[in-house]
């Protein structure tokens, strides 16, 4: 499927069969994902680095798909970082126009997929009406029950822990909350996912070795896949690789005894 086309067309949408490599009862149930490489891949090509991020985004519409049709709860993905605000004028303006622009021509086909979008990170930094299209997506799919999409947009993972830490304080200040009772749960109950199970698998593509500020409490115990493979050639292969190796691993969260992957649901 090209970026240009939509998946609302008229046609049945036919879920992609589950992979015989794979067992159904040990997928990880929160899949994290750094898509890096849209730039080198681009140039590469001899294209503009904007090419790269369209081309990204046509990756992460078949990876979406897949994860829902397989079964997988959750996908996250670190679509701007708080970091990214230093990258070149052009570059920043386009990846605002380009989220706009994908923003609304998917939102049926959205809806249609029963997938519930949400959005993490300071959005309030973010243009006027791109908030109003992410406001618009995230009221109009909240009910659904299909796969959770988080879409983490000026997102940084100290920026959130800071956020939690001032929230408590704020409470505990007033009275309202004892310093003493402050724990994991309740620190986790202030982030931006406190309803959303911790990922137990990360994925991140083009080789680099780095969480690079990406969902530092969440991703505590999860598995780090890292592919050479840059974002926009990431597909349905490169997920089943990534899926296979996750269920190779044994999960020992810090005991001595293998934990299955179907116990990786969150754990507090
Ligand atoms: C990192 O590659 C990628 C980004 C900073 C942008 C990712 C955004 C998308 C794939 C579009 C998502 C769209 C929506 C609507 C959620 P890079 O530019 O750092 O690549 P490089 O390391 O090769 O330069």
Sequence with gaps: MTEASSLTSDKKYIASSFPK????????????VIMDGNGRWAKRKGLPRAMGHTAGVDALKKTLRLCSDWGVSALTVYAFSTENWS??????????????RVLKRELESLKLQKVRISFLG???KLPKELQALISEATDLTSKNEGIHFNVCTN???RRELVKAAQKLAIRSSKGEL???????NV?????????VVDPDLLIRTSGERRISNFLLWQLAYA?????ETLWPDFDENSLLCAL???????RRFGGLNQISTDHSSKRF
Excluded: C, W
Aim: hydrophobic share 40%; glycine share 4%; no cysteine.
């Design 155 to 157: 997102y940084g993972g």
């Design 122 to 124: 300071d959005l309030e």
């Design 21 to 32: 490599e794979l067992d159904p009862l040990r997928l990880p149930k929160h899949i994290a």
């Design 244 to 250: 296979v190796d996750f269920q190779s691993r044994s």
């Design 87 to 100: 990258r070149p004028g052009e570059e920043v303006s386009f990846l605002m126009t380009l989220f706009k």
């Design 223 to 227: 598995e780090i896949y890292i592919t």
């Design 187 to 195: 620190f986790a109950a202030e982030l931006s996912t406190a309803n």
């Design 178 to 184: 004892d310093p003493a009772l402050i724990n994991e």
